[in-house]
């Protein structure tokens, strides 16, 4: 090589790797426009519940393609009015949270005679009530919360502990004997339910359903993903951190952190470590989380999908970030497949296998976990790249629509409520000053309603 050509080699070099750079490592976005994203979230935000405030004020759900209103059992149980309540208020829209807040305290009413979702109506109703009561002070809320949890007692009433999935909120008939461990752990709710009101039934129903689920695992330190309430006997012993099993993980460490209680924080370690030793699976470099047997710890499936996607902020909460930011990076990949997350991918065969989006916001909690726990600028950026993705393929004329296929972007009739409740939270939050939600006073529970921290963890 001519000595002449030496440092024209090494200028090419040094820019090469200054290219790499800064392809690894993104601009951080400055405070003005993280400023400006958190105004753009809470406007698209508010485009929703417009939509929703137009077309089905006082039902259920909006559907945005149609314009139409949707009631989950025939009669309104203002799913997402409760649940988007304490959005409402954490961004400021005082006026639209006091207008949800009146119709939720004058219309609601659970003397109905319907077979509800149990899992589903305390997450999104008995959480929504309590948290939005901590941020208003609204007797109200709390005494709804109180008559809602009473009427949903009876689903606990099972030989086991273990609660049925559907009750009547009128009558405490219930019915569904086969479930799953995410359903069983419902204890943040019911836990705060009974400080609230100084009722210790709740708590102990909650707890009693929690810790049965955790003596039913295997000699692993597995769960299966469904059980016989009432014999307690496993129905299908797959064991992973997708649905039906994600938030048993979630609860056990955040009811450490709501309640101290160390009973959970014990039983936390155990699952963990068996979830860190038997779900991983390495594909090209990339760390994967699949499917176990519960009892062999054989690999059974590698399918990873859109509700999977909590995980990495969960792990990042409880302080294993580089295991968090590695599967976090398989959750983008998946995104960036077609632009959006679909349902579900078999990661192995490199397929998607459920091409649906229904909103989902476990990939955007993550991103917001990893950011708060490590500081690190990038997860901002990345941040904003999925929120101009959602905008782009979700936005509709009347509010925000599902996709029924992320490979056409073809839209669904359907805004579920927790959109509202979780997906622009998690948008929002990622992009507002730290201090809008402090994380050493308030627990979120897994629909994103925030709850006051009662006992320090040490």
Known sequence: MPASAAPKLLIACLAALASCAARAAPAPLSDAHSAQMAAEVKAEFLHAWRGYREYAWGHDALKPLSRSPKDWYGVSLLLTPVDALDTLILMGLNREAHEARELIATRLSFDQDIEVKHFEIVIRLLGGLLSAYQLRNDARLLKLADELGRRLLPAFDSPTGLPYVYVNLRSGATRGNISNPAEAALIL????????????VYLERAQRALRAVFARRSKLDLVGERFDVESGAWTNTRSHIGARIDSYYEYLWKCWRLFADTQCHAMWETSSAAALRYYPQQVGGT??????????????GSEYGALDAFFPGLLAYSGHLEEAQRLHAASVQM???????????????QRITDAAYPLRPEIIESTWYLYRMSGNPEYRVLGEALFRDFRRYCRSAAGYAALSDVRTKEQADDMESFVLAETFKYFYLLFAPPRTLDLEAVVLNTEAHPLRITSRPR
């Open 189 to 200: 709710e019911y836990g705060t339910l009974s400080r609230l009101t100084g009722k210790p």
């Open 335 to 349: 995104w960036r497949l077609q632009g959006i997350e679909p349902e579900t991918y078999d990661f192995r065969a």
């Open 287 to 300: 760390l994967w989380y699949g499917q176990a047997d519960m009892d062999s710890g054989a690999v059974v």
